[in-house]
């Protein structure tokens, strides 16, 4: 190629990259497919690195699964068989636990695991352009933040089903933004969406504090038509989702709680004599975890008291020790709240990006905080507010934050976009 020639496509590459770049944003199919493409290729290529492992069945994510595919018990969570559980939500143990019974803990079986997770991490990220548009964010904003999360890896293996359950939380968003923007609302619908947010409450269930801030709003704010209606069919449709799940703990329990029966245990791993604010921290400072997972002493006293009774006992316990010591436990708090935002206890590359994201998303709520309808405004905080709120109690892990880390990038999209873009142009 001559000099010319040479000058000639040095020029034309930025037409070029503007051309393929304004394509790619006006298909939602082909930059979803992109962003996923994208993001699922950069997970695979770090097996190469670290090949995929099961999890280990010394955490009680991997013993309910063992538990469930040899035995079809969801059990034995602990040190020592302790029976039937309901340490943990039902649908991630669920899905390792298809996995085992069909390929057993073997290679394959880990790649199939790690794949599922790669999926729904990519899946969560792809529908960020989506999202951004259905909140007139702008495509190219969009763009910026689904390539943003494709490339920033996770700062933790997000085996308890966090890809999942920010992939369902993004289409719960955009169906209560539809919801509180169509007229055309039936009760069939809003009981089918309340049937799906149900179902994703055994995914995550601090989803639901999310879910009651909605319908908080729609009670409050909404004026579409039969609107007490709508809401109750919405609320039946979640209940019902949760029967079965609440059913099988009562015959096994005696008892009625929402979805997992450890919240006392939780509880009392972060606020004790000694405790920090981040699981890592105590490990590094050797802390002492009263928990059945590690002590045989404990797993005994779920034996003898029973699960829901041994829970209850920690949480009376831990409830006293809040009483007892309350400049301690805000100050736990607080520093618990920092880690969530801003992830300072591990300095690595990876984590510096995540902060620097919160604080670009933060601008960014506030660039666009004032051009948002209300109902756009309560979709977008209410699960940024209401979601980590039960995180702020029990010692930060990385992992506590994703499901909503693609809003995070999305929000930070927005900002970026507006550094690279006129005012005028920021919308597309």
């Known amino acids: 190629m001559s000099e010319n020639g040479l000058i000639k496509a040095c020029l034309a590459l930025p037409k070029l990259f503007r051309s393929t770049l304004n394509r790619l944003v006006g298909s939602p199919v082909l930059v979803f497919v992109f962003i996923f493409i994208l993001a699922f290729g950069i997970r695979a290529y770090s097996w190469k690195r670290i090949p995929p492992l099961l999890p280990s069945t010394e955490r009680e994510m991997g013993a309910i699964a063992q538990s469930l595919a040899e035995t079809g018990q969801f059990a034995n969570p602990y040190v020592i068989e302790t029976g039937p559980t309901a340490h943990l939500p039902p649908i991630p143990p669920a899905i390792l636990a298809l996995v085992l019974s069909v390929l057993g803990r073997t290679w394959q079986a880990g790649y199939v695991f790690w794949g599922f997770i790669a999926i729904t991490n990519a ?95 729609e009670i409050g704010w909404c004026k579409m038509d039969r609107k ?32 997992r029966s450890n919240l006392g245990l939780e509880l009392r791993m972060g606020n004790n004599p000694g405790a920090a604010a981040t699981y890592a921290q105590m490990d590094r400072d050797g802390h002492y975890y009263q928990h059945p997972r590690l002590l045989s002493a404990e797993a005994r006293k779920v034996i ?41 206890q591990k300095l690595s590359p990876a984590a510096m990006f995540h902060t620097l994201f919160t604080i670009l998303a933060m601008l960014g709520v506030r660039r666009i905080f004032s051009s948002l309808s209300l109902p756009q405004r309560m979709t977008i905080l209410t699960p940024l507010i209401a979601y980590p709120l039960i ?28 550094w690279i873009a006129p005012e005028s142009q920021a919308r597309k």
């Open 228 to 259: 007490f209606a709508m809401s109750g069919a919405l609320a039946l449709g979640a209940v019902l989702a949760c029967v079965p799940w609440a059913w099988r703990n009562y015959v096994v329990f005696h008892e009625f709680f929402f979805i």
């Open 123 to 217: 899946a969560a990220y792809a529908l960020i352009p989506w999202i951004a548009g259905k909140f007139e964010m702008g495509r190219t904003a969009g763009l910026i933040g689904g390539v943003a999360g494709a490339l920033i890896m996770e700062l933790e293996a997000s085996t308890h089903g966090e890809g999942l359950a920010g992939f369902l939380l993004a289409l719960m968003l955009a169906a209560f933004l539809k919801r509180w923007s169509n007229e055309r609302n039936s009760c069939f619908s809003s009981f089918l969406l309340g049937l799906g947010i149900g179902i994703s409450f055994h995914v995550q269930p601090p989803i639901l504090l999310v879910f009651l801030g909605y319908i908080a709003f």
């Open 304 to 344: 003898e008291l029973g699960e829901v009774e041994y829970m209850r006992r920690a949480l009376r316990d831990v409830l006293n020790w809040m009483k007892e010591n309350p400049e301690e436990f805000l100050r736990l708090t607080f520093l618990r709240f920092v880690n969530f935002w801003f992830i300072p």
């Open 391 to 418: 995180y702020y109690l029990v010692p930060f892990m990385p992992r506590y934050r994703m499901p909503i880390d693609w809003m995070i990038f999305m929000l930070a999209g927005v900002e970026i976009r507006r």
